[in-house]
């Protein structure tokens, strides 16, 4: 990808790039929380506005998907879905790099949600307990299979996390660099620039409707994939914690109903 | 006839791989297999993106049906759609991650 893509401004030798762009969205994400918590008020304004009403939307949220039980969960997905969304917004800034367009950083995210859910849910019902939901209601001769295809399942939740978040920054940053890079500077504004009168008519009127394409539609499009992303991150990190919390009353509602309990 | 088809496209397919694995020879360091994968990695794409495309249609015609129908309940018809959208788009962007390791990666040659 180094062969379309221009590398980011802002380079630490020996660094990855990866890595010094998560470092600046760490100083963005600490600045804005110094900011908003300096000075706190009764009746907020400016930054502590502005971070009120981003984590009241994400309480609203929780308290959506997961009950009034998912608001201790509130500083991890808050902080997963405010990295991400900064993250996936730094790498539309020309001359930045994306830290979420690397498997690195996304693996890191989807493997800190893979464990927490499985401590939140063992420290919620214990050890056995929380293992034997992996079987599910099924009679007890099918349990062993059930037992290992959820595993298989469990096992899959890091990696679609992590692929998911990774191959639509990514592929967004080919999209766009192929179509202003490779299509447009070195193809339609090289040949307007040639020299040439048809090319400059062509290259030309090509480069400006490549520039408005890009600018008008494109970006936007980034802008929302990366607002989608992050939210559907913070979405099924929220439905995974609540399945393993959940899944206590569910299994005791079975066990003692067998049968008439579940549907 | 069918078959007559089907061997024509393989020919069409394999001209150039062969091709360039003669010219090229050892010196090349992508080896014979490069060709192939640049062809296989657009036409997944393109499957993927196709078969994507109409399994999200569907989702979204459903919906937005329901949306219709049930206006107060479209806020969470709305959330469901949307995580069963980026469920359904996921299965498209492993192909995405499996073209571009074909392209840039390349780990069989």
């Known amino acids: 990808m ?102 690195n950083t996304t693996a890191a995210c989807a493997l800190v949600v893979f464990f927490a859910y499985h401590y939140i849910g063992i420290r919620k019902q214990g050890a056995l307990t929380y293992l034997k939901h992996f079987t599910g209601p099924v009679p007890l001769a099918l349990k062993p299979l059930m037992f290992v295809i959820e595993i298989i399942s469990h096992l899959a939740r890091p990696l679609s996390l992590t692929l998911r978040l990774f191959g639509n920054m990514v592929g967004g940053h080919i999209l766009l660099a192929i179509i202003f890079f490779l299509m447009g500077l070195h193809g339609l504004i090289g040949w307007a620039l040639s020299g040439s009168v048809p090319g400059a008519i062509v290259g030309g009127l090509g480069g400006l409707v490549m520039i408005v394409f890009t600018v008008g539609f494109l970006y936007p499009l980034k802008i929302l994939v990366s607002l989608l992303q992050a939210f559907i991150f913070v979405m099924l990190t929220m439905l995974y914690i609540s399945g393993a919390i959940e899944e206590a009353d569910h299994g005791h509602g079975s066990d003692h109903g067998h049968g008439s309990g579940h549907h | 006839m069918r078959r007559s088809l089907i061997l024509a496209a393989m020919a069409v397919l394999a001209g150039p791989g062969l091709a360039f694995g003669q010219t090229a020879g050892a010196a090349d360091p992508r080896g014979w297999l490069g060709p192939f994968a640049v062809l296989v990695a657009g036409f997944a794409m393109a499957f993927a993106a196709g078969l994507c495309g109409l399994g999200q249609g569907r989702a979204v015609a459903a919906a937005v049906d329901a949306m219709a129908r049930q206006p107060g309940a479209a806020a969470r018809i709305q959330t469901a759609m949307i995580i069963g959208l980026a469920l359904i788009e996921s299965l498209a962007i492993y192909v995405l991650v499996v073209a571009m390791i074909l392209l840039f990666v390349q780990p069989i040659r």
């Open chain 1, 2 to 103: 180094d062969v379309i893509e221009h590398p980011p401004i802002f380079r630490l030798p020996g660094i990855p790039d990866h890595v010094t762009y998560t470092w600046v969205v760490m100083i963005v994400l600490t600045l804005v929380a110094f900011l908003a918590s300096r000075n706190l008020q009764l009746v907020p304004r400016g930054t502590q506005n502005f971070m009120e009403v981003v984590i009241e939307q994400i309480q609203q949220l929780i308290d959506d998907v997961m009950g009034h039980e998912g608001r201790r969960y509130l500083p991890l997905i808050a902080t997963l879905g405010l990295f991400i969304l900064t993250a996936n917004l730094e790498s539309l800034i020309p001359g930045f790099a994306g830290p979420t367009a690397n498997l």
